[in-house]
T-cell receptor
Framework: DAGVIQSPRHEVTEMGQEVTLRCKPI?????LFWYRQTMMRGLELLIY????????DSGMPEDRFSAKMPNASFSTLKIQPSEPRDSAVYFC????????????FGPGTRLLVL | GNSVTQMEGPVTLSEEAFLTINCTYT??????LFWYVQYPGEGLQLLLK?????DKGSNKGFEATYRKETTSFHLEKGSVQVSDSAVYFC?????????????FGKGTKLTVNP
């Protein structure tokens, strides 16, 4: 399997612009997680889905952030409008019910908001 | 709630030195415990895991034993290599609702010098 795929790998944008991050989980996995990693705050769970349904979005920082999972093979994380403090590396991870809670991470999207 | 505490870094060692990275946890119930590794510019990768008390996880010369009596899961390696330079994260799974979530420590950066 190709593993978790994220795009783009790098994104540079200006404050106020909309940013969309994309994730394709490992085929057959039924859980999908979005994380944010910064030097100051470490690794934070933003939201996770089970069978395409959002289960826990308590980590989403504010209304500017939204996530969707329209089908089992695709998810998006959108920031609108973006702010400089959103600059971070965003990771997507997936896991499956029978996998002993092991999560498999994508390579991340490095976002810089100017 | 569940939490993980791992030793502050950074840790700098010479090649072939012995490595210990301490990890202790607080949890209700019986979580699974994990060590993940993050190489520069990459996502997190599972290094090893243990699912019940007294289990030993091992991989690539690294080991960690699930100690319920001391609520610990310390990572060890007998002889580190330059290629082991990375950030290491201790994590535990949820034990009740939301058990698919992982709680991560803040990470310990290891640098191995030749």
């Amino acid at each position: 399997d190709a593993g978790v795929i994220q795009s783009p790998r790098h994104e540079v944008t200006e404050m106020g612009q909309e940013v969309t991050l994309r994730c394709k989980p490992i085929s057959g996995h039924d859980y999908l997680f979005w994380y944010r990693q910064t030097m100051m705050r470490g690794l934070e769970l933003l939201i996770y889905f089970n069978n395409n349904v959002p289960i826990d979005d308590s980590g989403m920082p504010e209304d500017r952030f939204s996530a969707k999972m329209p089908n089992a093979s695709f998810s998006t994380l959108k920031i609108q409008p973006s702010e400089p403090r959103d600059s971070a590396v965003y990771f997507c991870a997936s896991s499956w019910e029978q996998g002993g809670r092991t999560q498999y991470f994508g390579p991340g999207t490095r976002l810089l908001v100017l | 709630g569940n939490s993980v505490t791992q030793m502050e870094g950074p840790v700098t060692l010479s090649e072939e030195a012995f490595l210990t990275i301490n990890c202790t946890y607080t949890a209700t119930g019986y979580p699974s415990l994990f060590w993940y590794v993050q190489y520069p510019g990459e996502g997190l990768q599972l290094l090893l895991k243990a699912t019940k008390a007294d289990d030993k996880g091992s991989n690539k010369g690294f080991e960690a034993t699930y100690r319920k009596e001391t609520t610990s899961f310390h990572l060890e390696k007998g002889s580190v290599q330059v290629s082991d330079s990375a950030v290491y994260f201790c994590a535990l799974s949820g034990t009740q609702g939301g058990s698919e979530k992982l709680v991560f420590g803040k990470g310990t950066k290891l640098t191995v010098n030749p």
